[in-house]
């Protein structure tokens, strides 16, 4: 929304009452009152490493010994009670608060050690246990929340309260849009199979919060139209809409000259936009250039609109557009029961895909200026929620640590950062809060994370909120 | 950021104000560490107070020595030349720049003389300044341009004058008739008869409840996690009736914050008390009580301290305030007075409001409203009634044609279920058995996924029958219920199915098959098979109560399915009633060829069976009914019917609504060390701030809310009127007189007009509260009649045009926009109050993010209203926390979660597609059409008339030049493709007008649609 005032069609030069001057001054005043920033790199005073993200986001909370963080300890110790000196203090949700006894589920799959950094992974992701040299994990994530929404809210705002504004669009508010024809942010959204449904998401997570609304992620979805309202009206064609365009164009020009309005010439820019949305995004969701090696890359899947394969996919064809902020949302990680039926299904679903976008977006070379980060709002516990060895037990909530990953932009690949203790639950080294995360992704784009303000109600709101947060150095190239 | 031309800064001669010149430079760059935050203050040092700077910090020596800058540390440490010494310190990433360091500099010279902060001194009434203008805010704006050097601007002319005050006062646009009128009027006083004729009108309260809502965050559901159903549109009655009524704002205000506790309460004080109820709540499994209950607590004081205050208090709930004057502990004796509330940390689950709510009437009906829709229901139902021959004869020919077709090659091929899945409970009681059918071992809510292969060989298949069968563990009938009329039953509520190449275990809600047939063996009375058309939870298919034999339903899809390119076929059957209301054993099969069932009861079927000819009068009467009751050619009438039950029932009715009380045992209030609910500190007792006037505390009993809303109401409280008065500029000049209409704390820019704010606060008191002479103070002012249209020089000076030299400009919020297209078309429907609507949304968003078929909450997924529904003033829509109706939230509407005051205006490409293309303005365009079309035979004419509709002025010769050609261009198109015009004219579910040419009628259709897009029309001039 920051691109210099040019009208493509329908120039107007010089059939200004008041001069092109007046209006374009007028047009840059009124962008910066309605609160979009005035000139991004204001905000960007590091030099960047990353042009956007792809935040492949888990929700539901994806079990972190069983994925990423298995030890050979949990097998001795499986079984056993979670000594109550481990458990100290930690809360842990109403639905095993009144658990008489806590044993001790090992991951419910071998893994193996993997890439140069000898990261556990689970054998149930082969496709990640491939792309171990070319990620960074850290094991030492944690969070105070220990239920869904305000443990979701606070990983994509930076805050368990309502109202705060999500992640990307702090970026797009931050930063700008790099195209002309896609919006800054976009949402992509799917349900795993491992648990259907899950629990649900919520528009604040991809919201603006106190930011001005044209900074919220805009879905694309899977559906006849993926943009909401893309399609003309059945019976109207792209020319006659072209001509509606033009005479549209041509009365909002009188308009603005006669009233001296710069908010109806900014309007003209976005009915154009509009119009190249209607192709742009077409374009982006037809697959079929996509070659048959390509496609089976990212696994079978791909080819069902609405899949997370899918989504991948298209997330790589966004960051190709230079759209600033790409993010899924994947469901199902949400293993409360019948972890050992569930989780395997949730693995097979995002596995591969997953993998497969790291490897595209390498290949491509579009790794380099992409940062991308999977991960879901919290681990799960060390203990068995219901009898162990069940069919039905799962695994709880988990803050006090859990997994992610993350690559490309210059952070260290085949990396692996923060651990935690014999029993997965507390961290014994370099641990890393959500808003630590969020400084770096923000670092990687260039961005000081106290730098990036928005004066809303007498308070500067920052994406890292009140609490110092910091960059975490270890993990940059 | 561009600098507004706020309060000038002082001259060389004048002296310099604490409050102007100097507080906003310590604030942003000292208070943080040297501020009321007693828990973040460095080295002892406080700067915000005199006697603390004049005394120094942990060095001993004085921080601030009045006349003598060169004695004060301040500036010697704000001049240091080490980075480590300097202040701010870099690190803070806060700098002060040379004038801002001369500045504090020639105040210490000048004497350092503290000022209170503005807000927080009550309110004083300045004297007019001198001069001409009649009115008392004229005065003021008049005074402070001409300090500037400027005048102002020419008075709008009648026509852009009266869009502007019609639209601010009632959110519509005028008629072309009232501007005649008012351009006709030559009397005096003719802008203020229009004036009061608007404020007269009851679409003044529905428009001005807009805002009002944003900020009580009123919405329709709760908000956190599975964010289900609430019924609180009682209380948004009351407050369009407030407004319409012109409840004083002190009374407004007290019943909001208090109605359960006035003396004698009547129901709807006890209703508008439901403003604290407001806040989001949550039943998510296994989140932690105390938690919750804080949550709630902490909103209702984040509202109540920002609607009514203006004061960010929600950061002293970890915290002493970094800038205002609120400690923790005031923070804590603020939320006691809303911590007596009996409700409960988990509730408002299935639909069912949280506790406490009452069942009350709404204030808005009336016997006249309730007189008419009786009549119209009785003139809907007698239409009804009307036999229709022809109607039914034809549906009788479908109908038997579909019959004597049913079962024709019917080839039924059972399928393995290969997966099954169940999001919740034991996975192991939902089981897969030899023979590929599927048993559950007990009840529950639950969306079953099944996935199946389908036969190879054979050729397509035309659509899936399930069989439920009887076991053992449902005591040999069908399924789980335990309610009465549905013992051991089950109620199917919505069948989904999809298929796919690789194998799909969970449906796919992007591809869902649309289903052209639905059949059954038989059914329990009132719950026939096409009721798993819409997935509202409480209704589906059920079969027989008591049925020991299995029991099938069958489906047939629109177009075949080829199964070799689709080889997986996935279906969701979702039980969704009421706990336990599931099969306990299901075998799934595909069919060629035709269904043998029967859509229709078993009675009706045998009629239709029997041929035409020998009917009884008795059958003839049955098949009438059921035509009635179900054909497609009477669901308009049967909408119709439907919702003036709907209606009458809300007018004669009482309905739930929460509502504040005081908990018999009243939670105790700690001071939260960090905010934190797992961290009580010392216990307090309910209280105001201490930096704002005292509120004394009665020996014998706590301070309540009722204490506390007549602290707020006191004349002398220095926030109140000045933040409602702020409030009520917003609303029409688009930004307050004070820019930060939610905070006047220390932080806050100072108001551009100080002086008038004063003045109409205190005004306002003295006026006993009344909104509405307040507004019509501001509207008929000088300053508010003026032109909007600015010349360059004035552009340039005053950008945002905060000295008032020319009237105000903005775009129509989200709810104008849509509610003018429905306007000017003519398709609006006017009835006051009532529950919300849902109106068209593309899909169903709503089921793709929510816990559908995972919890018995209501509104996980989305079933669009109809008839006169879809027609409703669009602050009735539904609005969903988690996913606000997105042609709204496209246009700024806030999602409702937390108190939001004053939207912002963007400009999007998003916003042209929901003006394009949405079902709602595309219908809107046609309907608008049709009624040009009606009205005048002349292009001319027509072209005229539409294009003052929706902008309110006539259109220039050039502006008729584009539109009559644009209008050549679309007859040319629709002419010569008359399939495209009638697919266009198929757009919205009200009727077309058979009778107008439809080509024509489409090329109108497309003009109005342009016209509907004018920048413009989306402009408050």
Redesign the interface.
């Known amino acids: 929304m920051n691109a210099p005032l040019l009208l493509d069609r329908r120039a107007f030069l010089g059939r200004s009452a008041c001069g092109l001057g007046g209006i374009a001054l007028q047009s840059l005043l009124a962008q910066a009152a309605r609160g979009e920033s005035p000139n991004p790199e204001l905000f960007r005073t590091i030099a960047p490493k990353a042009k956007r993200v792809i935040f492949l986001f888990q929700s539901g909370g994806p079990s972190h010994m069983d994925l990423f963080d298995g030890k050979d300890s949990l097998d001795k110790l499986h079984g056993t009670n979670l000594p109550d000196s481990v458990r100290s203090g930690q809360r842990v949700t109403g639905m095993t608060s009144g658990q008489s006894s806590f044993p001790v589920l090992k991951p419910i799959a071998p893994g193996k050690r993997c890439g140069p950094s000898g990261v556990w992974i689970s054998d149930l992701l082969p496709w990640t246990q491939k792309i171990a040299g070319d990620i960074c994990v850290i094991r030492s994530m944690h969070t105070e929340a220990i239920n869904h929404d305000p443990a979701i809210t606070l990983a994509n705002t930076g805050s368990m309260q309502l109202g705060h504004a999500s992640a990307g669009a702090w970026v797009s508010y931050g930063l700008g849009s790099e195209n002309e024809n896609f919006p800054a942010y976009m949402v992509l959204i799917s349900q795993g199979t491992g648990k259907n449904p899950d629990q649900p998401i919520f528009s604040r997570l991809w919201g603006s919060g106190y930011l001005p609304s044209q900074h919220q992620g805009v879905i694309l979805g899977a559906g006849r139209e993926p943009v909401l309202y893309l399609d003309n009206p059945n019976g109207v064609t792209r020319n006659q809409r072209r001509a509606t365009l033009d005479d549209l164009a041509a009365l909002n020009q009188r308009y603005a000259t006669e009233a001296a309005d710069p908010e109806t010439i900014a309007r003209i820019r976005q009915y154009e936009m509009a119009f190249r949305m209607q192709a742009s995004v077409p374009e982006l969701t037809d697959l079929s250039a996509e070659s048959a090696e390509t496609l089976e890359l990212y696994g079978p899947e791909v080819r069902k609109p609405g899949t997370y394969a899918a989504n991948c996919l298209l997330a790589r064809r966004l960051a190709e557009r230079d759209v600033r902020f790409i993010q899924l949302f994947h469901r199902g990680w949400d293993q409360h029961i019948a972890i050992t039926r569930q989780l395997p299904n949730q693995c097979r679903d995002t596995d591969q895909p997953s993998a497969a976008l790291v490897m595209d977006l390498k290949r491509r070379g579009l790794l380099d200026d992409t940062l991308v980060i999977w991960g879901g709002e919290f681990g799960r516990t060390i203990y068995s929620q219901g009898t162990l060895g069940s069919a039905s037990s799962g695994r709880d909530h988990h803050g006090r640590c859990f997994s992610i990953w993350m690559a490309g932009a210059g952070i260290k690949a085949g990396y692996v950062h923060g651990e935690t203790d014999d029993f997965c639950w507390n961290i014994t080294k370099n641990p890393v809060h959500l808003r630590d995360l969020h400084a770096t992704m923000l670092e990687r784009l260039g961005i000081d994370h106290n730098r990036l303000v928005y004066t809303f109600r007498g308070l500067d709101q920052k994406l890292t909120g009140v609490e110092p947060a910091k960059v975490v150095t270890e993990i940059l190239g | ?2 600098l507004a031309a706020l309060p000038a800064l002082a001259s060389a001669e004048e002296k310099l104000s604490y409050n102007r010149d100097i507080r906003p430079i310590l604030s942003k760059n000292c208070f943080s560490c040297h501020g009321p935050d007693e828990h973040g203050r460095e080295a002892e040092l406080r700067l915000d107070i005199a006697e603390d700077a004049y005394l120094g910090g942990e060095s001993g020596d004085p921080s601030i020595v009045p006349g003598k800058p060169e004695e004060s540390l301040l500036i010697k440490r704000i001049r240091h030349s080490s980075p480590r010494r300097v202040m701010p310190p870099p690190e803070s ?1 806060r700098q002060l720049n040379e004038d801002e360091k001369n500045l504090l500099e020639r105040w210490i010279r000048e004497g350092a003389e503290y000022e209170g902060h503005w807000a927080f001194e009550a309110p004083v009434k300045p004297e007019l300044p001198p001069g001409e203008e009649a009115q008392a805010i004229d005065r003021f704006v008049a005074d402070r341009l001409k300090k500037e050097g400027l005048q102002f601007s020419p008075e709008a002319d009648r026509a852009t004058l009266l869009r502007r005050v019609t639209l601010d006062l009632t959110g519509l646009p005028p008629t072309p008739a009232e501007i005649d009128a008012f351009e006709q009027d030559t009397s005096p006083d003719a802008f203020e008869k229009q004036v009061d004729r608007l404020l007269a009108s009851p679409r003044f309260g529905e428009h001005q409840a807009v805002a009002w809502l944003d900020a009580a965050r009123y919405a329709d559901t709760n ?5 289900g159903g609430r019924h609180q549109w009682l209380w948004r009655d009351w407050v369009i009736k407030a407004f319409n009524d012109n409840k004083p704002y002190d009374v407004f205000l007290t019943e909001q914050l208090a109605g359960d506790l006035l003396p004698g309460a009547t129901e709807q004080q006890q209703v508008a008390s439901g403003f604290n109820r407001n806040n ?1 709540n ?1 039943h ?6 105390e ?1 919750n209950l804080v ?1 709630y607590v902490a ?1 209702r004081v984040k509202t109540t301290s ?1 609607v009514f205050m203006g004061l ?1 208090m ?2 002293a709930q ?1 915290h002493d305030h ?3 004057p609120i400690s923790i502990r005031d923070y804590y004796r603020f939320f006691a007075f809303f911590n007596t509330v009996g409700d409960a940390s988990h509730d408002g689950d299935g639909g069912i409001n949280s506790k406490p709510f009452i069942h009350a009437r709404s204030c808005l009906s009336t016997d006249e409203e309730a007189a008419t829709v009786r009549a119209d229901l009785e003139a809907a139902r007698a239409d009804l009634a009307k036999p229709d021959p022809a109607g039914l004869a034809a549906w009788v020919q479908s109908a038997r044609a579909d019959l004597s077709t049913a079962g024709k090659d019917l080839s039924l091929i059972p399928l393995k279920a290969e997966s099954a ?1 169940s ?6 009681r939902i089981k897969i058995q030899g023979d590929g059918s599927v048993t559950i071992d007990h009840g529950d809510y639950a ?1 079953y ?1 099944v996935m199946c292969r389908l036969p190879q060989e054979g050729g397509p298949i035309r659509g899936l029958r399930v069989e439920f069968l009887p076991t053992e563990k449902s005591k040999g009938k069908l399924g789980f219920h335990g309610a009465k009329g549905l013992e051991q039953n089950f109620v199917l509520s919505t069948i989904t199915t999809s298929v ?3 194998p ?3 449906v ?4 869902m098959l649309p289903m052209a047939r639905i059949s059954a063996s038989g059914w329990q009375n009132g719950y026939g098979p096409e009721r798993v058309r819409d997935t509202t939870p409480t209704n589906g298919w059920a079969p027989p109560t008591g049925a020991t034999t299995p029991h099938f339903i069958t489906v047939t899809f629109d177009s075949p399915i080829d199964p070799v390119t689709t080889p997986y076929l996935t279906t969701e059957l979702m039980f969704n009633y009421q706990r336990g209301a599931s099969p306990a054993h299901f075998r799934i099969h595909a069919f060629r060829g035709n269904d043998d069932g029967s859509p229709h009861p078993a009675e009706i079927t045998a009629i239709l069976r029997e041929g035409a000819d020998n009917l009884t009068a008795e059958q003839q009467q049955k098949l009438e009914a059921h035509f009635r009751a179900t054909a497609p050619a009477t669901a308009a009438l049967r909408h119709r019917i439907a919702n003036l039950e709907e209606r009458l029932s809300v007018l004669t009715g009482k309905h739930p609504v929460m509502v504040m009380n005081t908990a018999e045992k009243p939670r105790l209030t700690h001071i939260l060390d960090r905010g934190l609910y ?1 961290s009580p500190g010392e216990a307090v007792t309910p209280g105001t701030p201490l930096s704002l006037p005292a509120l004394e505390e009665p020996g014998d009993r706590e301070l309540n809310r009722l204490d506390l809303a007549r602290w707020l109401t006191r004349k002398d409280h220095p926030l109140t009127a000045r933040v409602h008065v702020n409030r009520v500029w917003l609303a029409f000049f688009g930004k307050g007189l004070a820019p ?1 209409a ?2 006047f ?4 820019p100072l108001p551009s007009h100080p002086e008038l704010l004063d003045w109409l606060a205190v005004d306002f008191v003295e006026k006993n509260w009344d909104t509405k002479a307040l507004i019509r103070s501001i509207v008929t002012s000088r300053t508010y009649r003026q032109s ?5 020089d004035l ?2 000076r005053d ?2 045009n905060d000295l008032l030299a020319r009237g105000p ?1 903005f ?1 129509l919020a989200a709810e104008q926009i849509r509610d003018q297209a429905l306007f000017v078309s003519g398709l609006l429907v006017e009835r006051l109050g009532g529950p919300s609507v849902k109106p068209y949304q ?2 169903d ?1 709503w089921r ?7 919890s018995p909450a209501t509104s996980q997924t989305f079933v669009q209203d109809h008839g006169e529904k879809l027609y409703r003033r669009s602050l009735y829509t539904y609005w969903k ?4 109706p ?2 709204m ?2 246009f ?1 509407a806030p ?1 409702r ?2 108190c939001s005051i004053g939207r ?11 003006t ?4 709602q303005f ?1 219908e809107a365009a046609r309907a608008f059409a049709q009624d040009l079309l009606r009205k005048s035979t002349e292009d001319e004419a027509r072209l005229k008339d539409a294009f003052r509709r929706v902008t309110s002025r006539p259109a ?1 010769a ?2 008729m030049q ?2 009559q ?2 209008l050549t ?2 007859r040319d ?2 002419r010569s ?1 008359p ?9 919205g579910e009200s009727p077309a007008d058979p009778t107008l040419d439809p080509a024509e009628h ?1 090329a109108w259709t ?1 003009l109005c ?2 016209l509907l ?4 029309s ?2 408050r ?1």
């Open positions: 950021m561009i990433h908000g956190y996690s599975i964010d989001a949550t998510e499994g296994g989140t932690i009580a938690e949550n909103d920002e960010t929600a950061c970890c970094k800038f205002d899945t999001p919740n409970g034991d996975p192991e969306a996924n796919s190449s690789f799909a275990l969970n796919d809600l992007n591809a797992s930060s939610a905070d704390g220390v932080q806050s909007a249209v600015a010349g360059e552009l340039k950008p945002s400009r775009r593309p899909g968003l793709q993010i929510s816990h559908y078929g995972s926390r988690t996913l606000p997105v042609n939230a496209i700024d999602n979660e937390v912002s205006a963007t400009n999007t490409p998003l916003q042209a597609l929901v394009l293309n949405d079902p595309v220039a050039e502006e584009i539109l050609r644009a261009r679309e198109r629709y493709d399939a495209a015009a009638a697919s266009l004219l198929a757009t489409a497309q649609s342009m897009n004018l920048s413009e989306f402009t001039p």
